[in-house]
T-cell receptor
Framework: GENVEQHPSTLSVQEGDSAVIKCTYS??????FPWYKQELGKRPQLIID?????GEKKDQRIAVTLNKTAKHFSLHITETQPEDSAVYFC?????????????FGGGTRVLVKP | ETGVTQSPTHLIKTRGQQVTLRCSSQ?????VSWYQQALGQGPQFIFQ???????GRGNFPPRFSGLQFPNYSSELNVNALELDDSALYLC?????????????FGQGTRLTVV
């Protein structure tokens, strides 16, 4: 089955700096890679996703890059703000059937210091 | 609000007991996936229901079972509870005839087994 590894497990950045989180996956059949943000005590919320036919996607201050050959993808947050502090999860989905069967990474706790 | 609701929000059970958790999917969504999130870890896929049929299962024993109803709401049942079953249980609904559609998560049910 799929295995997703995520690094680092914690990340502390100064407000205004950039944050980068990296994930690797094992199943070459995976074709959909969402990123979720989970604030303390709240539900995971999708912040950006990318499909395997795209190498990069950007949405305002966040961007995701995908290297299918190397089986890794990364989340980039620029100009970080205190409200970016949360746990971020990457995930992979094989797109084989209905809905989603996501395999998640272990999470990165991001702390943005004002 | 995403429209996915779970009940109850918190639950305390004794080892060996049985528990039923409920999930109402977002309007129009026909797929519900269940995830277990242990403290400090990423969610792990338990199983998925698509149009009332089980459509994939993760690495969980048979004492984890579920249902999906004609209105696409879903239940997760866990028999013979063990201490390690203590976790946040998340359901996610999506509209799927293929994978890679956005998963909308509920707020979760925090289960504590004592």
């Amino acid at each position: 089955g799929e295995n997703v590894e995520q690094h680092p497990s914690t990340l502390s950045v100064q407000e205004g700096d950039s944050a980068v989180i990296k994930c690797t996956y094992s199943d070459s059949a995976s074709n959909y890679f969402p990123w979720y943000k989970q604030e303390l005590g709240k539900r995971p919320q999708l912040i950006i996703d990318i499909r395997s036919n795209v190498g990069e996607k950007k949405d305002q201050r966040i961007a995701v890059t995908l290297n299918k050959t190397a089986k890794h993808f990364s989340l980039h947050i620029t100009e970080t703000q205190p409200e970016d502090s949360a746990v971020y999860f990457c995930a992979a989905d094989p797109l084989k059937a209905a809905g989603n069967k996501l395999t998640f990474g272990g999470g990165t706790r991001v702390l943005v210091k004002p | 609000e995403t429209g996915v609701t779970q009940s109850p929000t918190h639950l305390i059970k004794t080892r060996g007991q049985q528990v039923t958790l409920r999930c109402s999917s977002q309007s129009g969504h026909n797929t519900v996936s269940w995830y277990q999130q242990a403290l400090g870890q990423g969610p792990q896929f338990i199983f998925q229901y698509y149009r009332e049929e089980e459509n994939g299962r993760g690495n969980f024993p048979p004492r984890f079972s579920g249902l999906q109803f004609p209105n696409y709401s879903s239940e997760l049942n866990v028999n013979a509870l063990e201490l390690d079953d203590s976790a946040l249980y998340l359901c996610a609904s999506s509209l799927g005839s293929g994978g890679g559609t956005e998963a909308f998560f509920g707020q979760g049910t925090r289960l504590t087994v004592v």
